[in-house]
């Protein structure tokens, strides 16, 4: 049995994930991989529509170039995804992860971003995101390549949970309820 979502400790999550070749995408086990990443955004969001935005493949124990991404409540699963930064202008983002998700810290991404990866029909994509989105985007190519949130902060800026949202007892019980729904196995 393993967790939903693959928790901090677990040796997968700091591995370098593998390109999916072309020819594997219209595989059962590839389309089984996106649909399962997206049942379980569906789950988190079902307890908090503020999450389950975006995963990757390593966080749920499958060392590929995967992440699945939702813009606007649609599911836009990136295979191979790679980017450039249309700028050197970062912004301060607030970052959380499924696989650590008691803690918190600000981490410097890039604004704005041109994306290139191959979606679930193997066709080529582009697009620029910025903001929000481009962070969750870095932040989810990160875990391809073995790096977590916590390596971008120095450990005296870590906080968490706790006390982050001690004030708002109402979210933090969601916050819980949502950290056992990813560390529950399956």
């Known amino acids: 049995m393993t967790a939903r979502v693959r928790q901090i400790g677990d040796p997968i999550l700091r591995d370098v994930s593998v390109l ?6 219209p595989s059962k086990k590839i389309q089984a991989l996106i649909e399962r990443m997206q049942s379980i955004l569906d789950g988190i969001q079902a307890i908090s529509n503020q999450n389950g935005n975006a995963l990757s493949a390593p966080q749920v124990g499958c060392l590929v170039r995967l ?3 939702r813009i606007d409540g ?4 990136m295979i191979n995804p790679t980017f450039e930064p249309v700028s050197d ?3 301060d983002f607030e970052e959380e992860c499924f696989s650590l998700y008691d803690q918190r810290a600000t981490v410097s991404r890039y604004h704005e971003i041109d994306l290139t990866y191959l979606d679930e029909n193997t066709v080529t994509k582009r697009m620029r ?7 969750l985007v ?5 875990h391809l390549d073995g ?4 390596d971008h902060v120095q450990r005296d800026k870590l906080q968490t949970i706790d006390l982050v949202l001690g004030d708002n007892p109402v979210r ?3 916050v819980k309820t949502m950290m056992a729904y990813m560390a529950e196995d399956i």
Do not use: C
Not at 20 to 25: A, L, R, T, W
Not at 129 to 135: F, P
């Open 74 to 77: 649609v599911f836009y699963p």
């Open 89 to 91: 202008k970062k912004f």
């Open 172 to 174: 933090l019980a969601q």
């Open 20 to 25: 999916i070749d072309v020819s594997e995408i």
């Open 67 to 69: 992440i699945v991404l």
């Open 138 to 142: 870095q932040h989810e190519i990160d």
């Open 147 to 150: 790096v977590l949130f916590i």
């Open 129 to 135: 995101l910025q903001g929000e989105e481009s962070g």
